[in-house]
């Protein structure tokens, strides 16, 4: 049984910053690309970040591009999601992603989804 489990959120005020963590249980962590997505009340998921089977390559929607940071551990089964200099508009329930390909950046394929962590951003 396949199992992401986030870790992480809370509440942090804008300019601080903030390290989510995803741990996956029951597949082989290095088959799959990583990634993260997020959902503000009243819209839809959105991709933020992911990361390829081994860490070399990775790939942010332009929001978050030189304020979030993506990496893995695979030793660990364990993607990380930081979080600098957030800002209110990044306040979601943040998800984590498995894609079913060793590369995917915009992780369109099958994936296996967390249960999210709620990120509250105060101005």
């Known amino acids: 049984q396949v199992q992401l489990v986030e870790s992480g959120g809370g509440l942090v005020q804008a300019g601080g910053s903030l390290r989510l963590s995803c741990t996956a249980s029951g597949l082989t962590i290095s088959w799959y690309a990583l990634g993260w997505f997020r959902q503000a009340p009243g819209k839809e998921r959105e991709f933020v970040a992911s990361i390829n089977w081994s860490g070399g390559t990775s790939y942010y929607t332009d929001s978050v591009k030189g304020r979030f940071t993506i990496s893995r551990d695979n030793a660990k089964s364990t993607v990380y999601l930081q979080m600098n200099s957030p800002k209110p508009e990044d306040t979601a329930v943040y998800y984590c992603?498995?894609?079913?390909?060793?590369?995917?950046?915009?992780?369109?394929?099958?994936?296996?989804w967390g249960q999210g962590t709620q990120v509250t951003v105060s101005s």
């Open positions: 992603a498995a894609n079913e390909t060793k590369w995917d950046n915009r992780l369109t394929g099958n994936k296996y």
